[in-house]
């Protein structure tokens, strides 16, 4: 089975060569590496012609121009002819066997339409927590998509092997806040989606994923959705589910209203949006005479929450 590894790249020649090597040195056999560069200005273009150069696997394209992120997504899913495809973060990496694990898990359950390895992630070097294990197997569409938005955080499931045919169903990827769980709860509404918590990809905390500003600013979003994104991703959620993507046409009008409505409220994450919400007044009690403390005690509370995070 041909499994094609898409890694979306821009200026990140330093980390590169990691992900590469960990694609080059999965278990798998059949594999095709395609590299999307989105007009790097550093050494990205050197590195992925030599290692084309060194093996035939490897297949590297350059945009004339930096198309954003979004759409340089959009062209790996499409240009990946593999009959399942894993997309790779250009700064992260996976252990040899995550590949041939997660086909395992795919050719275990016909159910399942996308199988991941569990997120290990790091800061500096050093191990900063694991991501979430979902298992989202129920034989109703639905109630799939609604437990996926209601339990997904740092969304490391997207970086799993997906079955080809389910993303030709679910593209393309739209270029807004929360797109990457836009895609996952489409691949759920198709079948069974799960983490093996036997296999790793380790992914770097930084980068433009780093907070909400970062994001928006990538996408040329308005500034002001960082102040309420739990209401912009939940915004998106419902427009998606209720009339913006044909995956969801089975479920009719009214089905799809229904899933639009209960999937954007599962979405939200009330403490973040409470947190989001009081912030700018807390901010400003902490700027007057001997405010200090409020603001430090306002920042122990958020971190014991794990509030202010990225929703």
Same mark, same amino acid.
């Given at each position: 089975?041909?499994?094609?590894?898409?890694?979306?790249?821009?200026?990140?020649?330093?980390?590169?060569?990691?992900?590469?090597?960990?694609?080059? *040195?999965?278990?798998?056999?059949?594999?095709?590496?395609?590299?999307?560069?989105?007009?790097?200005?550093?050494?990205?273009?050197?590195?992925?012609?030599?290692?084309?150069? @060194?093996?035939?696997?490897?297949?590297?394209?350059?945009?004339?121009?930096?198309?954003?992120?979004?759409?340089?997504?959009?062209?790996?899913?499409?240009?990946?002819?593999?009959?399942?495809? &894993?997309?790779?973060?250009?700064?992260?990496?996976?252990?040899?066997?995550?590949?041939?694990?997660?086909?395992?898990?795919? *050719? *275990?359950?016909?159910?399942?339409?996308?199988?991941?390895?569990?997120?290990?992630?790091?800061?500096?070097?050093?191990?900063?927590?694991?991501?979430?294990?979902?298992?989202?197997? @129920?034989?109703?569409?639905?109630?799939?998509?609604?437990?996926?938005?209601?339990?997904?955080?740092?969304?490391?499931?997207?970086?799993?092997?997906?079955?080809?045919?389910? &993303?030709?169903?679910?593209?393309?990827?739209?270029?807004?806040?929360?797109?990457?769980?836009?895609?996952?709860?489409?691949?759920?509404?198709?079948?069974?989606?799960?983490?093996?918590?036997?296999?790793?990809?380790?992914?770097?905390?930084?980068?433009?994923? *780093?907070?909400?500003?970062?994001?928006?600013?990538?996408?040329?979003?308005?500034?002001?959705?960082?102040?309420?994104?739990?209401?912009?991703?939940?915004?998106?959620?419902?427009?998606?589910?209720?009339?913006?993507?044909?995956?969801?046409?089975?479920?009719?009008?009214?089905?799809?209203?229904?899933?639009?409505?209960?999937?954007?409220?599962?979405?939200?994450?009330?403490?973040?949006?409470?947190?989001?919400?009081?912030?700018?007044?807390?901010?400003?009690?902490?700027?007057?005479?001997?405010?200090?403390?409020?603001?430090?005690?306002? @920042?122990?509370?958020?971190?014991?929450?794990?509030?202010?995070?990225?929703?």
């Amino acid at each position: 089975m041909l499994v094609s590894i898409g890694i979306p790249t821009y200026n990140r020649a330093a980390t590169l060569s990691r992900a590469l090597d960990s694609a080059l *040195a999965q278990t798998h056999g059949e594999l095709e590496i395609l590299v999307y560069d989105n007009a790097s200005r550093d050494e990205t273009a050197e590195l992925c012609r030599r290692y084309a150069a @060194e093996d035939a696997r490897v297949r590297y394209e350059r945009h004339p121009h930096n198309i954003g992120p979004t759409a340089n997504f959009n062209c790996l899913f499409e240009a990946c002819a593999g009959e399942c495809v &894993l997309i790779l973060a250009d700064d992260d990496w996976i252990e040899p066997t995550y590949v041939a694990d997660c086909i395992a898990a795919l *050719a *275990a359950d016909s159910s399942l339409v996308l199988a991941a390895g569990r997120a290990q992630y790091v800061r500096d070097g050093h191990p900063s927590g694991q991501g979430l294990a979902h298992d989202h197997r @129920e034989p109703d569409p639905a109630t799939r998509v609604r437990g996926y938005l209601a339990t997904v955080d740092d969304n490391g499931i997207f970086y799993g092997v997906i079955r080809r045919q389910t &993303l030709e169903r679910v593209r393309p990827m739209p270029n807004v806040l929360g797109n990457d769980w836009l895609h996952i709860a489409r691949v759920a509404f198709q079948g069974g989606i799960a983490v093996r918590d036997d296999v790793h990809i380790h992914r770097e905390l930084g980068g433009t994923s *780093a907070d909400v500003g970062s994001i928006l600013r990538t996408f040329g979003a308005a500034g002001w959705q960082q102040r309420v994104p739990q209401l912009v991703i939940a915004y998106w959620v419902w427009r998606d589910i209720t009339w913006g993507h044909p995956v969801y046409a089975p479920l009719g009008r009214v089905g799809r209203a229904r899933l639009g409505a209960r999937g954007a409220l599962a979405s939200i994450r009330w403490t973040h949006l409470a947190w989001h919400a009081i912030t700018p007044t807390v901010a400003r009690l902490a700027a007057r005479p001997r405010g200090r403390p409020v603001w430090a005690a306002y @920042e122990r509370l958020t971190r014991s929450l794990g509030a202010g995070q990225r929703p």
